[in-house]
């Protein structure tokens, strides 16, 4: 039986050509399963009533009130998302549960985020 080659016989992969492959197949991977290129976005459905959108390059979504909770997601510009009437040191409720600063969303025209 013939031997199948995959490499030419002098060739080996080691030092930075394996470093350089490693990190493109990790970037990857990091890429499928964030889900593409595309930044990730919210639709809000209206149902709280109050519509807000994303008046910031980046937006962390956290998991409590505050900026030592867990950023549990990074929403970008002109992303919307559905939030409640509740305020809490200045970060807004949203319908999920978590929270993001109130000073980095606007109310969507006819929302009643009041």
Same mark, same amino acid.
């Given at each position: 039986? &013939?031997?199948?080659?995959?490499?030419?016989?002098?060739?080996? #992969?080691?030092?930075?050509?394996?470093? @350089? @492959? @490693?990190?493109?197949?990790? &970037? #990857?991977? &990091?890429?499928?399963?964030?889900?593409?290129?595309?930044? *990730? /976005? !919210?639709?809000?459905? $209206? !149902?709280? $009533? =109050?519509?807000?959108?994303? %008046?910031?390059?980046?937006?962390?979504?956290?998991?409590?009130? !505050?900026?030592?909770?867990?950023? *549990?997601?990074?929403?970008?510009?002109?992303?919307? @998302?559905?939030? /409640?009437?509740?305020? /809490? %040191?200045?970060?807004?409720?949203?319908?999920?549960?978590?929270?993001?600063?109130?000073?980095?969303?606007?109310?969507? &025209?006819? !929302?009643? =985020?009041?």
């Amino acid at each position: 039986m &013939a031997k199948v080659k995959i490499w030419p016989k002098g060739l080996r #992969l080691k030092g930075w050509p394996l470093v @350089i @492959i @490693i990190g493109l197949l990790l &970037a #990857l991977v &990091a890429i499928v399963d964030r889900g593409g290129l595309d930044p *990730v /976005t !919210s639709a809000a459905d $209206g !149902s709280t $009533g =109050c519509a807000l959108r994303v %008046a910031v390059p980046e937006l962390n979504v956290r998991s409590g009130p !505050s900026q030592q909770a867990v950023s *549990v997601q990074t929403l970008a510009q002109g992303a919307t @998302i559905d939030g /409640t009437n509740v305020l /809490t %040191a200045g970060f807004r409720q949203l319908k999920d549960g978590n929270w993001v600063f109130d000073q980095y969303v606007t109310p969507i &025209a006819g !929302s009643t =985020c009041t």
